[in-house]
C-alpha cells in the first residue's frame, strides 16, 4: 500500500491530472507544506509533502524529489514517512534521514521510494520534524551516485494539523 502514495503524488505533483481527478483535494500551503486529502475504493488518505530547499549530487538527471507524511485511517496507518527519491535507491542501500543535526536514522529502500522501518519510527520522525527547523536526506542512486536533500520544516506543523483534521486524527 505503501507505494500507492506514489500515484497519489503523481496526481498533486501534476496539476493537469489533479485537475481532472475529483478524487483529490488540495487542503492548503503552508510555508514548504502541501496538504493533500484523497479519496479511493478503500477510503479516505491523507498526506503532506514538499520539496527539497537544496540538492547535491554529481548527477546529471534527476527526477522530482519529495518528502512525504501520510494518514490511511482505514488502515490504521497514520504518520507514515515516506520519501520519493527522483531516481533508483541502489539495492541493499540505507538512505538517512537528520533532523537538526540529530541521530541519522535508517530508512528502507526500494526502488525509488524510502520508508521509516515501523511506526515507532514514524511517530518519532513526525515528532522531530514538528520541532525541528530543517532535515537532511542521504542516499546512492543504482548507479552508486551520493545524493544530499535539505528539507524545510517551515508549515509543517499547520500542514500536519490540517491532514489530521481531514482524516480525524487528533
Not at 507514515?80 to 541521530?103: F, M
Request: glycine letters at 6%.
Amino acid at each position: 500500500m505503501r507505494y500507492f502514495i506514489c500515484f497519489i503524488l503523481a496526481l498533486a505533483t501534476f496539476p493537469c491530472l489533479a485537475a481532472k481527478d475529483p478524487n483529490l483535494e488540495n487542503l492548503g500551503t503552508f510555508g514548504n507544506w502541501t496538504a493533500y486529502t484523497y479519496h479511493d475504493e478503500m477510503g479516505r488518505i491523507c498526506y503532506i509533502a514538499t520539496e527539497p530547499q537544496k540538492s547535491s549530487g554529481k548527477y546529471s538527471k534527476r527526477d522530482d524529489v519529495f518528502l512525504m507524511v501520510t494518514h490511511r485511517p482505514q488502515e490504521k496507518a497514520y504518520n507514515v514517512v515516506n520519501v520519493v527519491a527522483g531516481y533508483t535507491y541502489q539495492k541493499k542501500s540505507v538512505p538517512t534521514l537528520t533532523i537538526d543535526n540529530k541521530k541519522a536514522i535508517s530508512l528502507v529502500s526500494h526502488e525509488d521510494t524510502a520508508w521509516a522501518k515501523d511506526a515507532k519510527t514514524d511517530a518519532l520522525l513526525v515528532e522531530q520534524m514538528k520541532a525541528g527547523s530543517n532535515g537532511v536526506l542521504k542516499g546512492k542512486s543504482k548507479r552508486g551516485t551520493l545524493t544530499t536533500d535539505t528539507f524545510s520544516f517551515k508549515g509543517f506543523s499547520k500542514a500536519f494539523e490540517k491532514i489530521n483534521e481531514a482524516c480525524n486524527y487528533l
